[in-house]
């Protein structure tokens, strides 16, 4: 009798053990699944910006040149392409530079030149704009100015570098310049102008590069 109830305690015994190594009793058990990490989210990319304001018109036979400023917020590889250029005229894929030199033959208007900058996710483009190539005319118009003695806070201008002439087809558009490093100079011949009415500002530069603000514009009307 004593053999048997032994028997029966280590019966009993292995089976709760058995059950305790199975979470106990049969009873329900949360069940356990391997955790992974959710993928990060995907970039988010921010479309280019481009700036700048293109000169509008240009003689035959001078150089046009544009530089617009560029920049990727997410530090993005940049190309730049543009539509309605005239065949003269021709753009720089890495800088997105505009340069060429119309011809005699190449006189006339060019309109909805559009500039684009593209970072291969999103684009952005400049305003379109017309570019008109004016003839060489024989006339020329004398520019004279009084140079300055002064900065705009009062303190004597000692490292005057030279002037930038400004002239166009009206007082708003003085899309034409000419560049004189002499800071000397009082007086300049601006040459090769059709007929018509032209305008033209100085402004002084500074060793510095910095430019005064324009002087008050001038008016001759080319016969």
Same mark, same amino acid.
């Given at each position: 009798? =004593?053999?048997?109830?032994?028997?029966?305690?280590?019966?009993?015994?292995? @089976?709760?053990?058995?059950?305790?190594?199975?979470?106990?009793?049969?009873?329900?058990?949360?069940? !356990?699944?391997? =955790?992974?990490?959710?993928?990060?989210?995907?970039?988010?990319?921010? &479309?280019?910006?481009? =700036?700048?304001?293109?000169?509008? !018109?240009?003689?035959?036979?001078?150089?046009?040149?544009?530089? &617009?400023?560029?920049?990727?917020?997410?530090?993005?590889?940049?190309?730049?392409?543009?539509?309605?250029?005239?065949?003269?005229?021709?753009?720089?894929?890495?800088?997105?530079?505009?340069?060429?030199?119309?011809?005699?033959?190449?006189?006339? %208007?060019y309109s909805g030149i559009t500039l684009t900058v593209s970072d291969g996710k999103a684009s952005a483009?400049?305003?379109?704009?017309?570019?008109?190539?004016?003839?060489?005319?024989?006339?020329?118009? %004398?520019?004279?100015?009084?140079?300055?003695? =002064?900065? @705009?806070?009062?303190?004597?201008?000692?490292?005057?570098?030279?002037?930038?002439?400004?002239?166009?087809?009206?007082?708003?558009?003085?899309?034409?310049?000419?560049?004189?490093?002499?800071?000397?100079?009082?007086?300049?011949?601006?040459?090769?102008? %059709?007929?018509?009415a032209w305008f033209f500002a100085v402004v002084a530069v500074n060793?510095?590069?910095?430019?005064?603000? &324009?002087?008050?514009?001038?008016?001759?009307?080319?016969?």
């Amino acid at each position: 009798m =004593q053999a048997f109830n032994r028997q029966r305690w280590a019966s009993a015994l292995l @089976t709760a053990l058995l059950l305790a190594g199975c979470g106990g009793g049969g009873g329900d058990s949360p069940s !356990s699944s391997p =955790q992974t990490d959710p993928d990060p989210p995907a970039a988010t990319n921010s &479309p280019p910006t481009i =700036q700048g304001q293109p000169s509008t !018109s240009v003689l035959a036979g001078q150089s046009y040149s544009f530089q &617009p400023t560029a920049n990727d917020p997410n530090g993005d590889a940049l190309t730049f392409s543009a539509t309605n250029l005239p065949s003269w005229l021709s753009v720089n894929a890495s800088t997105g530079r505009l340069s060429g030199t119309p011809a005699a033959g190449d006189v006339g %208007t060019y309109s909805g030149i559009t500039l684009t900058v593209s970072d291969g996710k999103a684009s952005a483009s400049l305003t379109a704009f017309n570019l008109t190539v004016s003839a060489v005319g024989s006339g020329s118009a %004398t520019v004279s100015w009084v140079a300055p003695t =002064q900065n @705009t806070d009062g303190s004597s201008l000692t490292n005057l570098a030279g002037y930038t002439i400004l002239y166009g087809r009206s007082a708003g558009d003085l899309t034409l310049s000419v560049n004189i490093s002499n800071p000397s100079l009082s007086t300049y011949v601006v040459e090769n102008l %059709t007929s018509g009415a032209w305008f033209f500002a100085v402004v002084a530069v500074n060793s510095n590069g910095a430019s005064s603000v &324009p002087s008050n514009v001038a008016t001759k009307t080319i016969s």
